[in-house]
């Protein structure tokens, strides 16, 4: 008995290092960003993952699905949100916005809205991070399309199987993935809605 509970507990103890290990590879990765000033969006989002404090990021409101899993918003005074509406966003909000538009650019409403996925990898490292695919819902004046349109980005912060073994560096996929596997920090919805100036 004396010898299955040591064993017990060397296992533990060893699963506990692992997962210490891999938060250190994202909190290595948090800082350097931090450091550099470099991945804005994509830092706020595993500083979210890391300490699961909404608090402490004013997180403005959390919804929940059926089965229990939370979407929080982030709100348009927080880093996440003012990313999205920077200079550095603009040719992403306006290939959103166009998409948008020649979507249902014709529809018979005033204020058309139109729903559905962008691919986030081809547009450098801080949306790639970010976002990877994620949802966007774009609702814009007929008549005038690009004059403040609005867009809320909705996105699962996980990280998949295949990244984690085909991105060695930086680590973070690989970390991420074993850490919300093993449940030891969960798998979170967000979204933040913002206007933007695509003139």
């Not at 938060?23 to 994509?42: C, K, R, S, V």
Request: aromatic share 14%; hydrophobic share 40%.
């Amino acid at each position: 008995m004396m010898s299955i509970c040591s064993n017990l507990e060397r296992v533990i103890h060893t699963h506990k290092n692992k997962f210490i290990r891999h938060i250190n590879d994202l909190l290595y990765a948090y800082n350097n960003a931090e450091a550099f000033g470099i991945t804005p969006a994509a830092r706020d989002l595993l500083g979210f993952f890391l300490d699961e404090n909404p608090n402490a990021h004013g997180i403005i409101a959390v919804d929940k699905t059926e089965d229990g899993y939370s979407i929080f918003t982030f709100g348009p005074d927080l880093l996440l949100n003012k990313t999205f509406r920077s200079p550095y966003y603009y040719f992403i909000n306006l290939d959103i916005v166009s998409d948008a538009v020649n979507k249902v650019g014709t529809a018979d409403v005033s204020m058309p809205t139109y729903t559905t996925s962008h691919n986030f990898y081809a547009y450098g490292a801080d949306p790639a991070l970010a976002l990877g695919r994620a949802s966007t819902i774009t609702t814009f004046d007929k008549n005038r399309p690009y004059d403040r349109p609005i867009i809320t980005i909705i996105d699962n912060w996980n990280h998949d199987k295949m990244l984690a073994e085909l991105v060695h560096y930086p680590r973070i996929y690989e970390a991420a993935y074993i850490l919300q596997q093993s449940g030891f920090r969960r798998t979170f919805a967000f979204k933040t809605t913002y206007e933007v100036s695509t003139d």
